[in-house]
C-alpha cells in the first residue's frame, strides 16, 4: 500500500520543467563585435552590452516548450520596464516577452534624441540577443531552458523600436524567420533618412499589426496607414481614439483601458499567427465596438 502511495504522489508531483510561477529573467549579453557610439555625450564603447528583460508565466512543461516569444524592441528614451504590464499580461496567457535595453537609445543610456542615431546598429542587436536567448533555451544550465519556442518567433516595436524591426525585416540580407510582426506607432519616417542607401522597403513581410493612437503628437495615423499601405502581405491597421504616442504599450498596469486594448489585439494576433486563423477578427471588433478605426 505505501508503495502505491509514493506512486500515486509522484505522478502528481510536478515535473522537472513545470513552472508553478511567473518568472522573470534579467541578464546581460555582451557583442564585442560592434562598437557603441559616442551619441549625446556619451563616450563611444568598445562592445555594445544589451540588457535583456524575459517574462513567462506559470505552465506545464509541455506548455513551456509550446509557448511562442514576442521579441520586442522599445523607442527613443524607453526601457524593458516600461513594459512591465504589456509583458506580465501577455506571459500570463501563454506568450514569452523579452524585451532588449539598446545601449544608446534607452532611458538610461542618457543620449536623449541623438540616440536615434545608433538605429542602423539596432537590427543586428535583436539578431544577437534572439541568438543568445536560442543558446539559453538549449542550455540545460541556464534558467530559461525550454522555457519557450524561440522558433515561434514573433517580433514587436514601439516607435523607434518598430523602425528597428522594419529595418530588420524588410531591408536586411536575411530577415528573420518570424511568423508575425507587431508594430506600435512605428516611427517609420526615420527610415526615409538611409532609403539612399537601402532602397525601398520590401513589400513582404510576415503578417503585420499595426497600432496606433489618434492623437499621438510623434507619429500621426497617416504614418501607420502608408505602413500597412506599403504591404502586400497580411496586415490589419487599428487607430484607436484619443490615445498619444506611450500609454497604449507603456505602463505597469495592464487594466488601463487603452494598454488592455492594445493587449487583447496582441495576444489574439499572436493566436492568429500561430495557428489558430480568425483568432483576431474577435478582438478587431471589440477594438471597433469601442470607436476604433480597424483595417483589416
Given at each position: 500500500m505505501r508503495s502505491l502511495i509514493l506512486l500515486l504522489l509522484?505522478?502528481?508531483?510536478?515535473?522537472?520543467?513545470?513552472?508553478?510561477?511567473?518568472?522573470?529573467?534579467?541578464?546581460?549579453?555582451?557583442?564585442?563585435?560592434?562598437?557603441?557610439?559616442?551619441?549625446?555625450?556619451?563616450?563611444?564603447?568598445?562592445?555594445?552590452?544589451?540588457?535583456?528583460?524575459?517574462?513567462?508565466?506559470?505552465?506545464?512543461?509541455?506548455?513551456?516548450?509550446?509557448?511562442?516569444?514576442?521579441?520586442?524592441?522599445?523607442?527613443?528614451?524607453?526601457?524593458?520596464?516600461?513594459?512591465?504590464?504589456?509583458?506580465?499580461?501577455l506571459a500570463d496567457q501563454g506568450i514569452a516577452v523579452a524585451a532588449v535595453r539598446f545601449p544608446r537609445s534607452s532611458a538610461g543610456a542618457g543620449a536623449g534624441l541623438a540616440g536615434a542615431l545608433d538605429l542602423p546598429e539596432q537590427p543586428a542587436d535583436l539578431a544577437?540577443?534572439?541568438?543568445?536567448?536560442?543558446?539559453?533555451?538549449?542550455?540545460?544550465?541556464?534558467?530559461?531552458?525550454?522555457?519557450?519556442?524561440?522558433?515561434?518567433?514573433?517580433?514587436?516595436?514601439?516607435?523607434?523600436?518598430?523602425?528597428?524591426?522594419?529595418?530588420?525585416?524588410?531591408?536586411?540580407?536575411?530577415?528573420?524567420?518570424?511568423?508575425?510582426?507587431?508594430?506600435?506607432?512605428?516611427?517609420?519616417?526615420?527610415?526615409?533618412?538611409?532609403?539612399?542607401?537601402?532602397?525601398?522597403?520590401?513589400?513582404?513581410?510576415?503578417?503585420?499589426?499595426?497600432?496606433?493612437?489618434?492623437e499621438d503628437p510623434l507619429v500621426a495615423p497617416f504614418v501607420s496607414e502608408a505602413v500597412v499601405a506599403s504591404l502586400t502581405t497580411p496586415a490589419w491597421l487599428v487607430l484607436l481614439p484619443g490615445v498619444d504616442h506611450a500609454s497604449l504599450i507603456e505602463g505597469a498596469d495592464p487594466s488601463l483601458p487603452q494598454l488592455a486594448t492594445t493587449i487583447a489585439l496582441t495576444r489574439a494576433f499572436v493566436r492568429e499567427v500561430d495557428g489558430e486563423p480568425g483568432a483576431l477578427d474577435p478582438a478587431l471588433d471589440d477594438a471597433e465596438a469601442d470607436g476604433a478605426v480597424v483595417t483589416r
Open positions: 509522484g505522478a502528481c508531483a510536478a515535473t522537472p520543467l513545470d513552472q508553478t510561477a511567473p518568472a522573470r529573467d534579467e541578464r546581460t549579453v555582451i557583442d564585442d563585435t560592434r562598437i557603441a557610439p559616442a551619441l549625446g555625450g556619451q563616450p563611444e564603447e568598445s562592445f555594445r552590452s544589451l540588457d535583456v528583460i524575459t517574462w513567462t508565466g506559470a505552465a506545464t512543461g509541455a506548455e513551456r516548450l509550446e509557448r511562442p516569444l514576442l521579441l520586442f524592441a522599445h523607442g527613443i528614451g524607453g526601457d524593458p520596464t516600461k513594459l512591465e504590464g504589456f509583458a506580465t499580461s544577437f540577443v534572439l541568438d543568445a536567448l536560442r543558446a539559453a533555451v538549449d542550455d540545460r544550465d541556464d534558467p530559461l531552458f525550454r522555457a519557450f519556442d524561440a522558433d515561434r518567433l514573433i517580433l514587436g516595436g514601439h516607435s523607434l523600436g518598430g523602425a528597428t524591426v522594419m529595418w530588420w525585416t524588410r531591408w536586411s540580407d536575411a530577415p528573420p524567420e518570424t511568423l508575425g510582426t507587431l508594430l506600435v506607432a512605428p516611427f517609420a519616417p526615420i527610415l526615409d533618412t538611409y532609403a539612399d542607401e537601402h532602397g525601398a522597403l520590401s513589400p513582404e513581410a510576415s503578417p503585420t499589426l499595426v497600432v496606433q493612437g489618434t
